[in-house]
């Protein structure tokens, strides 16, 4: 193992607001954000191919839920989705999105973390996945799998 160091930057000053993370030799970025500060983050990261989740809370002691999905354009998914509540298309209520862009990322490799976070957050069982599809068997080379199994 290397050591490695992890950045966290509280954009708005508070840890429950926009959270970016960067962790040293990844050329990737997470960054949480809270439902309402969507349509206000105009930053360009967001307008990246990513990997992004939902985050539901129960309510009376459920399940919490998750969303799972990934997108060419992050920013214009994650709008959709707010549109979407409020024409009532959606039938769940997220309070928070955690997204992952890396600079290294292709369709292909975004489909491909899709299915294998859903299959791993089936795994754990921690969360009601609310993703209903995902693109199945799709195929990487050896060392693009391994490479994004620690994304």
């Given at each position: ?15 429950d ?5 960067e ?12 439902r ?41 998914h ?36 899709e ?30 799998a ?6």
């Open positions: 193992m290397h050591a490695r160091a992890i950045e966290l930057f509280l954009a708005n000053g508070t840890a607001n926009i959270i970016t993370v962790l040293s030799n990844w050329n990737g970025k997470t960054i949480k954000i809270p309402i500060e969507i349509g206000y983050y105009n930053r360009k990261d967001l307008l990246k191919l990513g990997v992004y989740f939902l985050f539901c809370k129960a309510e009376d002691n459920d399940v919490d839920s998750v969303y799972i999905e990934e997108a060419e354009s992050v920013k214009e994650l709008v959709q989705h707010l549109r979407d509540a409020t024409a009532e298309k959606e039938n769940y209520y997220w309070n928070t999105a955690v997204i992952f862009i890396d600079r290294g990322l292709n369709k292909a490799l975004i489909r491909y973390l299915n294998r976070h859903v299959e791993l957050a089936k795994a754990i069982s921690r969360y009601e996945i609310l993703t209903k599809s995902t693109y199945k068997n799709m195929v990487l080379k050896e060392s693009q391994a490479t994004r199994s620690s994304f």
